[in-house]
């Protein structure tokens, strides 16, 4: 549904997006992630024809951003991260103004309209006025808009931002339902959210694509070498050194002395944790817990943006 190729963006001499390919298929949800300035926005803007590439080419449903741009914006639905909304008009009026401007026909409009407002939980805010809406209804209702022209593909850029626990569990939950019938191009800073949702994530950093996989698949790469959590009673750096001693361990982090805990990383392909056992019972310390440590997306977007920015790739 979504073809990117080569696609860059300059402005002036910094460089935007650079040289970024990925392809996004009907049904599926892709999670954009990046830090600030990495080139996310740019990218969507491209995607919905509000700015033109440098160079390279891209597609939506077929239709080309160059040269078919009325087509992409007729099959795309965008809501960009300050959700333009008409503070005094109410709820229904706005809806039929977009969906008139969005070229439904009259007959088709009214239902529509109470179509798109159940789908999205703001059937029962209908006749207030948008400006007396709490935030998270708001966002309800840019997202109606978005869906208003029964798109086929969703750009949503950072959906929940300023939005309460409670609202982007529900927001959340929103788009995860709206995956079934759409394709979805999700941009968030909410790393959870991406793990809830989305069946791929793609992380780009300095205008480059650093990372494209299943969150399953990154964690697995991050993972590599592996990382195991300890408690133990005992002599701290005795037992750290002892660790550290072990064939397959890569380094060993300790805090607290007394009961402390470990973080080591072993060596790819490696499980050492029966030897780990014998060599605490054999020095009468004892082990309280030791698990295998979870990856998070957040650590992996810690790790591969920090490794980009350090390394200049």
Request: aromatic share 6%; hydrophobic share 40%; proline share 4%.
């Amino acid at each position: 549904m979504i073809d990117v190729r080569h696609l860059t963006k300059r402005y002036g001499d910094t460089l935007a997006v650079d040289d970024i390919s990925f392809q996004v298929g009907k049904g599926e949800i892709l999670g954009f992630l990046g830090p600030n300035g990495a080139g996310k926005t740019t990218t969507m803007r491209i995607l919905t024809c509000f700015m033109p590439p440098t160079a390279g080419a891209a597609s939506v449903a077929g239709f080309d951003i160059f040269r078919q741009s009325l087509d992409v914006r007729r099959v795309i639905g965008y809501l960009p991260e300050n959700v333009p909304l008409y503070a005094d008009m109410r709820v229904g009026e706005f809806l039929e103004f977009r969906a008139h401007l969005k070229g439904i026909p009259r007959r088709r409009r009214a239902g529509r309209m109470r179509e798109v407002m159940e789908m999205v939980g703001i059937a029962d805010v209908r006749g207030r006025i948008i400006g007396h809406l709490s935030k998270g209804y708001r966002q309800r209702v840019g997202i109606a808009e978005a869906l208003i022209h029964d798109p086929a593909v969703l750009i949503l850029d950072e959906p929940t931002l300023g939005l309460d626990p409670n609202q982007i569990r529900q927001v959340r939950g929103l788009i995860k339902d709206l995956g079934r019938n759409y394709t979805i191009l999700l941009s968030t800073h909410i790393l959870p959210e991406v793990e809830a949702v989305c069946g791929r994530v793609i992380i780009i950093d300095h205008g480059r694509i650093v990372a494209m996989d299943t969150p399953a698949g990154l964690s697995q790469h991050l993972r590599g070498e592996g990382r195991l959590s300890l408690e133990a009673r005992g002599p701290g750096a005795e037992i750290q050194a002892a660790l550290e001693r072990m064939d397959g361990v890569r380094a060993v982090r300790r805090r607290g002395n007394g009961v402390s805990t470990f973080s080591v990383e072993v060596e790819a392909g490696r499980d050492i944790r029966e030897e780990i056992f014998g060599m605490m019972a054999a020095r009468g310390w004892a082990l309280r817990e030791m698990r295998t440590e979870t990856v998070s997306l957040e650590d992996i977007f810690v790790h591969i943006t920090t490794r980009e920015g350090e390394t200049g790739e």
